[in-house]
């Protein structure tokens, strides 16, 4: 056991952060055109006591944009709008990565920009439907398979959206591995069903994921980047597979030489997933030299718990931050939380996303 608490200031790579309490990524659809803006700047804002904000997902590319209204990072226009938002949250001296998320099989033609296609590692669609603004729900297409010209593409989308972030202003970048996205979709083999060097072995579904952590670490420093992982998940129609936990070892084993800072492990089973077993995160931790976040249904009491158990680094907070933007203050000083409108994660404007109110 040991006294780490959890509004006391930590380190990441180089970075000290203000506490302990992270602020998760989530999609919040208000970024019209693709491109973040005023809004945005100010919500992100309102959530600088967090040490760190991770940022919603953000595409490396148009063919990553699969849900409506989701920003990018491809572009002068989306680089410029990331600015008010980095420059808003250094000035209220906190912390902010940009979480790159490529949406891959994950998406509808009607929310891609013309000219992008639904790509993944093979041609299998998720199950269900997914929204569209122009067209309500529509069932998942099938995307195209990925052809070598098509990995080396992606590969250079992510390493170039990282360096735009830098340029951006921004403190470092989120790999997106988790919750059934591009770089999830190699790592499962229900999703990657490759016969070439990127699918079969456990060592060919992670040769993707690792090959741009290497090539996004060799562009802005593995300091700066991080990898999000979700054993178990089963957001966007994943599928539990016996080698999940093998999978996740040997890649959190790999990461280590590509030198990236972080690995930030979600449990989604208090958003109805099963639950990652204690063993695996205990195995992942352990194998993981450097910072490592938790995620997954936190409150104080149970983020001190994993601090103290050392279980964790850093504690990652998603829902209590939608509706309480000085959630640290209202944890330091067990003030109560607001209550959640869920109608409002997705819908545009400011309405459930500026104007919840501090205790103060
Ligand atoms: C509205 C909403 C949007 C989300 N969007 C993302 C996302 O863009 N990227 C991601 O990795 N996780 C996303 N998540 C998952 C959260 O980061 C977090 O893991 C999840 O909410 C569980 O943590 P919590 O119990 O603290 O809310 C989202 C969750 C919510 C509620």
Redesign the pocket.
Known sequence: MSNVSLFAPASLGKLTLSNRVVM?????SRALGNVPNALIAEHYEQRASAGLILT??VAPSPNGLGYARIPGLFSAEQVAGWKLVTNAVHAKGGHIFA?L?HTGRVGHPANLPEGAELIAPSAIAASGEMYTDSQGMQPHPVPRAMTEADLASTRAEFVQAAKNAIEAGFDGVEL?G??GYLLEQFISPVTNQRTDAYGGSIENRLRFVLEVAQAVSDAIGGHRVGV?LSPYGVNAGMEQYAETDETHLTLVQKLIATGVEYVHL?D?S??GAPEVPAALKAALRKAWPRTFIA????DREKAEAVLAEGKADLV?????F?ANPDLVTRLEKNLPLNALDFGT??TPGPKGYTDYPTAG
């Open positions: 998760a990524p989530m999609t919040r919603e997902g979480q998320m997106h988790a919750n999000r979600v989604h208090p958003m995620s997954g249904g936190f990652a907070f998603g829902r209590p939608i994660f997705y």
